[in-house]
DNA sequence: AGAGTGACTCATA
DNA sequence: CTATGAGCCACTC
């Protein structure tokens, strides 16, 4: 398996880069990756899901639909799941096209 | 150094 | 829309 502790690495990267997404804001996975410097979107996810930081707004990151995580499971500090995720980031004033899809078109982080 | 895993993405049907 | 298969790369054992 590979959800133990992380120690350093890719990871800490990845948190530095999504802490620095503002609110009313969310970044794709493979926007990350590219900052990151490799071509690989799951070490985002990978990273995420190795996290479980209250300081990291992972519920800031989605996928290229904007759909949010299906596997958050845990993080945040609590039982998190995409409803929940959901719920954050209205508070931040993002839209959501549906259900699970924010509306990239407003709230797509770019530098 | 080899194998297993993964919160993604892309292509195809 | 869903389902599969493949690519990709860092991490742990």
Redesign the pocket.
């Known amino acids: 398996?590979?959800?133990?502790?992380?120690?350093?690495?890719?990871?800490e990267k990845v948190y530095e880069i999504v802490r620095t997404i503002p609110e009313g804001k969310v970044a794709?996975?493979?926007q990350i990756?590219k900052m990151?410097?490799?071509?690989?979107?799951?070490?985002?996810?990978?990273?995420?899901?190795?996290?479980?930081d209250s300081e990291?707004p992972?519920?800031r990151?989605?996928?290229?639909?904007g759909?949010v995580?299906?596997?958050?499971?845990?993080?945040?500090g609590g039982d998190i799941g995409w409803e929940v995720?959901r719920s954050k980031l209205e508070d931040e004033g993002i839209f959501f096209v549906d259900e699970q899809?924010v509306d990239l078109t407003r709230h797509l982080w770019s530098l």
């Open positions: 398996m590979a959800d133990y502790q992380k120690r350093e690495g890719l990871f794709t996975y493979g990756a990151l410097g490799t071509s690989d979107p799951r070490k985002v996810g990978w990273a995420l899901a190795a996290n479980s990291t992972c519920h990151v989605v996928n290229k639909e759909g995580a299906k596997n958050f499971g845990k993080s945040l995720q899809h």
